[in-house]
Structure formats: C-alpha cells, structure tokens
C-alpha cells in the first residue's frame, strides 16, 4: 500500500502541472479554437500541427476534464460546457487572433481537412460557435494586414503634401513646354 502512495501523488502532481499549464496558455492566448479531429488520419494531424507552427499557434490535444478544471471561475465556462466533449484539440493564437482560424478554415478546404470540425472559439472572454469562428475570425484581418493599412493611412498625407509642393513646379514646365511648342510652328 505504501508503494502506491507516492505514484498517486506524481500523478495527481503531474495533472495539476499540467493543468496550471493550460490555464496559463488561456491566460496568455488573444484566442482559441476548440476543434474536433476525429477521423483524421495521422499524416493530416501532422499537416495541420506544421500549419499551425508556421503560423504561430500551439496546438494540443488535451483531456476535456483538465481544461474544465483550468477554465474553473471564469465567466465562459459554462457556454464551452457543449464544446468540451469528446474528442478535443485546441488551438492557441498569442500574436494574431484570427491565425489559428485561417489555419483552419484553409485546411478544411483542402481535402485532408473534411474531417476537421470546429467545435467554438474564444477571443477576449467571448465564445464563438463554429460558423462565427469561420466567417468572422478567420475574415479578420492579420497583425501583418493591419500594419500594412496602418501605413497606407499614415503616408496617404504626406504623398498628397508632395504632389502640392510638386505642382507649380510641374505647371510651370507645361507652360514652357507649351511656349516652346508654340514658337515652333
């Protein structure tokens, strides 16, 4: 009997390490996709994880009882009670929100995906169901996106400032062009 008592312990060790694991990867995620691969074959698993490295998600296959008892006291809880059965992968995003659901909804239309179901989504407290997390996440713009318009918008400005410092300059070209053309004839 006192053989078994130390084992017990490393395992009631190990899952609350890990599940202090999974609430710090909730804490620290701009959002999360909750998915089902059932059905999958092993080499489309494998080609999702790499989708998901390349674009900066961490994806885990987790025991839906650990994620309940990390997600314990937060207001969602209860509405990702219906997305926290069987079989669970879950996709964090830390950078870009929509990233994992660009992955996602690009990997469902290639063949090897037709099995990958969304089950929900989290972003900033708020639950999402699957079609919200296709339409809506994955249509969002990028960090990269966003910094391109940002840009744009910044520099609109200031290429109009140079087009009007440019412009009696350029006026004043034509009219000499025009007198040159004009003692031509």
Not at 25 to 42: E, I, P
Not at 58 to 68: A, F, Q, S
Request: proline share 3%.
């Amino acid at each position: 009997m006192e053989a078994y008592e130390p084992r017990l312990n490393d395992a009631r060790k190990a899952k609350n390490s890990e599940i202090g694991e999974i609430k710090a990867r909730f804490d620290k995620a701009t959002s999360t996709v909750f998915l089902n691969y059932q059905g999958m074959t092993v080499e489309n698993a494998t080609k999702l994880r790499a989708e998901f490295r390349k674009a900066g998600v961490e994806y885990k296959v987790t025991k839906n009882t650990l994620v309940k008892q990390a997600l314990k006291g937060q207001a969602y809880t209860d509405k990702l009670k219906s997305a926290l059965i069987g079989m669970t992968g879950i996709a964090w995003s830390y950078e870009d929100p929509s990233a994992a659901a660009k992955v996602l909804k690009a990997f469902k239309k290639d063949a090897a995906g037709e099995k990958l179901q969304i089950k929900a989504g989290l972003i900033d407290g708020s639950v999402l169901d699957a079609k919200a997390v296709e339409d809506q996440l994955a249509a969002m713009p990028g960090k990269n996106e966003l910094r391109a318009k940002l840009l744009a918008t910044m520099q609109a400005p200031m290429q109009q400032f140079v087009a009007l410092l440019q412009a009696p300059t350029q006026n004043f070209v034509y009219v000499l062009s025009a007198k040159e053309r004009e003692g031509a004839k």
